[in-house]
Structure formats: C-alpha cells, structure tokens
C-alpha cells in the first residue's frame, strides 16, 4: 500500500462546527495523522495546546473525522488551505496555528535573522552569570548526583557484550566512527 495523502476534517458533534483541519497521510505502516493528533492529546503532549484543550474540553468521542483522499501530497495541502481560509471566512474558529499548506510552522528568512541577531548581542550580567553557574554547581546538587551515580545498576560483561555486538558496524559520535571489533 503507497502512501495515501488526505486532508481531514475534525467537527465538534455537539454543535457540527469545525474544529481543525489537517493533512494526512496513510503509509506502509498503517500509522495515520488522526490517531497521532487523538494519542498526543490523550498524553497531554500535543505540540498545539489549543487544540488539544479544546478537544479534551469536548471529549474525544464528540469529535467527528471526515477525510477527503487526494491524488498527491501537493493536492491534499493545496485542499487544505483552502478549506482553512474559507472556513475562517465563514466565521469559525479554528485551533490551526497556521494558514495551512505547509506542513506546519516556518520562521520567515527575515525573523530567522532577527531571532539570531538578538540572540548575538545577548549580554548576561556577572550576576546572571554566577546564578547560572551556582544551580548547577552547589554542595546540594554535587551530592546528589554522586548518590545517584553511587547507586546505578552496574552492567555485566554479558550485557556489555550483547550491546557491543548489537552496535558493529553501525555509525555514532560526532564524526561518525564506525564501531569495530576492535574495543
């Protein structure tokens, strides 16, 4: 099965307005967009706090879904702004962080630069400094880290073992160094 592109629809059944509208695609794996908005909400770990307490505010089982399938990824976008900009023309409104079309939030190239020129010129006092310096590395948070370290779980040489061969071969670190059977 290829990859499905869909724009969705979520309405609140108790007054059959709409909520939020999206993208989505069904893949290889059966994994869908919907389920992913309706598992993160249940966790209370949706990117988009809004939606996520307005959802839990009507309850999961009051939110209808309605998909209509696209031919492409492009198409399914393109359906979705426009949906976007005329359900916000009817007066509704959305939970959508965005206008739509692509694919979530992107800093302009211009707030991209303001955003790094600010961060540039930064300047923290000695004071701010010190107060960084000194919540990392009080007597207090030295000691508990020492407990900490104290009491882990020592792995065996049978388990180091099993991970050192689980990894050969593969790339890690920075430059990206294979793991041999050399160690």
């Known amino acids: ?68 399938y696209a031919e492409s990824e492009q198409e399914a976008f393109d359906t979705e702004a426009t949906w976007i900009k005329y359900v916000k023309q009817l007066g509704c409104s959305l939970c ?15 707030a991209k630069r303001k955003i790094s020129d600010s961060a540039k010129h930064r300047i923290f006092t000695k004071e701010t400094i010190n107060k960084m310096r000194k919540w990392i590395r009080t007597e207090e948070y030295k000691r508990k880290l020492s407990t900490a370290a104290k009491h882990r779980h020592k792995m065996t040489d049978e388990t180091k073992n099993k991970i050192r061969m689980i990894m050969l071969g593969k790339k890690r670190g920075k430059y990206k160094k294979k793991i041999t059977t050399k160690s």
């Open 96 to 110: 959508n962080l965005t206008e739509g079309g692509n694919g979530g939030w992107h800093h302009t190239e211009i």
């Open 1 to 68: 099965m290829d990859k499905q592109f869909y724009t969705y629809v979520l309405i609140n059944s108790l007054d059959m307005m709409p909520i939020y509208i999206g993208k989505g695609c069904n893949n290889k794996k059966g994994f869908d967009r919907i389920y992913k908005h309706f598992w993160c909400i249940k966790n209370r770990k949706h990117y988009n706090k809004y939606l996520e307490n307005k959802i839990l505010k009507i309850g999961m089982q009051n939110i209808i879904v309605k998909k209509l």
